[in-house]
């Protein structure tokens, strides 16, 4: 088990960026991937973008391809999420996950897959 603390979130107006960060502490094998999903309210948890700690691969929902950028410092057991060209439809709770087994590189994409949540940092755009 990992713990994962998410910060970096706020209010932004539309088009401007954020930059989150989710700090993970405890054992992280090489099987792991890191992922960012995001609910609004009235609305489903979606999947926004993942990364394999090991391999570095990386996958992104189709509706922010483009405008962010999921990375991962190993040095510093964190895992970021670079939000740029932020649009109103973009606010959510957004929440860092684990997944502990992510074999042969393959980086999960379904919320069922992840086995360890953070909190979630919220983010407002404002158009």
């Known amino acids: 088990q990992v713990q994962l603390v998410e910060s970096g979130g706020g209010l932004v107006q539309a088009g401007g960026s954020l930059r989150l960060s989710c700090a993970v502490s405890g054992r992280i094998s090489s099987n792991y991937a890191m992922g960012w999903f995001r609910q609004a309210p009235g609305k489903e948890r979606e999947f926004v973008a993942a990364?394999?700690?090991?391999?570095?691969?990386?996958v992104y929902a189709a509706a922010v391809k483009g405008r962010f950028t999921i990375s991962r410092d190993l040095a510093k057991n964190t895992v970021y999420l670079q939000l740029n060209s932020l649009k109103p439809e973009d606010t959510a709770l957004y929440s860092c996950a684990a997944a502990k087994k992510s074999f042969f590189g393959i980086v999960p994409t379904f919320a069922s897959d992840y086995d360890d949540w953070g909190q979630g940092t919220q983010v407002t755009v404002s158009s």
């Open positions: 990364v394999h700690w090991n391999n570095g691969n990386t």
